[in-house]
T-cell receptor, first 110, second 119 residues
Framework: GEDVEQSLFLSVREGDSSVINCTYT??????LYWYKQEPGAGLQLLTY?????DMKQDQRLTVLLNKKDKHLSLRIADTQTGDSAIYFC??????????FGAGTQVVVTP | GAGVSQSPSNKVTEKGKDVELRCDPI?????LYWYRQSLGQGLEFLIY????????KSGLPSDRFSAERTGGSVSTLTIQRTQQEDSAVYLC?????????????????FGPGTRLLVL
């Protein structure tokens, strides 16, 4: 099975908060990442967290890391229609190779 | 400045033909990665270059796949005798230095990808 797991779909109403969850397996990953992919577009780095942190906030984005449970989450506050996309969490090895989850499709409804 | 560019953006080929996909990383980026994204397999790592050498080729799915990098810059991914299961979007990324490690976080910047369709 995959080393990084995510739920596949999330529907959220505009203005609400979205929470996307991810579990990973490589406890030696130094950084964990969230990438965003909009339809027909490439991958865009949204945010990352260093493995010795448990929270990082960046404007509307909050990343929570539970290293003991190998659980990562991304919270998007005040979700907008422009947030509709596929979100990937990823861990890295020492070469920097990214191991991605399957992606969570977020659909924002009016 | 310019981002990572890839060419062609789309490629349609017949089963059994060879294809070459090109990646131009951001100038000065020493690390270069190839990934592919397909419906059945999600996003998969293929190969990593540091300069012109490839210390990690573990993701190449078969010996039909090869890649090279010259001058520490442009990289070419070659697929020989293409099969229908090779149909995917091939993504290239570069970073200033390798993205892993204990002390540095180096963002991987992705290109727009080459969409390959093997008929």
């Amino acid at each position: 099975g995959e080393d990084v797991e995510q739920s596949l779909f999330l529907s959220v109403r505009e203005g609400d908060s979205s929470v996307i969850n991810c579990t990973y397996t490589d406890s030696s990953s130094t950084y964990l990442y969230w990438y965003k992919q909009e339809p027909g577009a490439g991958l865009q780095l949204l945010t990352y967290i260093f493995s010795n942190m448990d929270m990082k906030q960046d404007q509307r984005l909050t990343v929570l890391l539970n290293k003991k449970d190998k659980h990562l989450s991304l919270r998007i506050a005040d979700t907008q229609t422009g947030d509709s996309a596929i979100y990937f969490c990823a861990e890295t090895d020492s070469w920097g190779k990214l191991q991605f989850g399957a992606g969570t499709q977020v659909v924002v409804t009016p | 400045g310019a981002g990572v560019s890839q060419s062609p953006s789309n490629k349609v080929t017949e089963k059994g033909k060879d294809v070459e996909l090109r990646c131009d990383p951001i100038s000065g980026h020493t690390a270069l990665y190839w990934y592919r994204q397909s419906l059945g397999q999600g996003l998969e790592f293929l190969i990593y270059f540091q300069g012109n050498s490839a210390p990690d080729k573990s993701g190449l799915p078969s010996d039909r796949f090869s890649a090279e990098r010259t001058g520490g810059s442009v990289s070419t991914l070659t697929i020989q005798r293409t099969q229908q299961e090779d149909s995917a979007v091939y993504l290239c990324a570069s970073s200033l230095v390798p993205s892993g490690g204990a002390t540095t976080q180096e963002t991987q910047y992705f290109g727009p990808g080459t969409r390959l369709l093997v008929l």
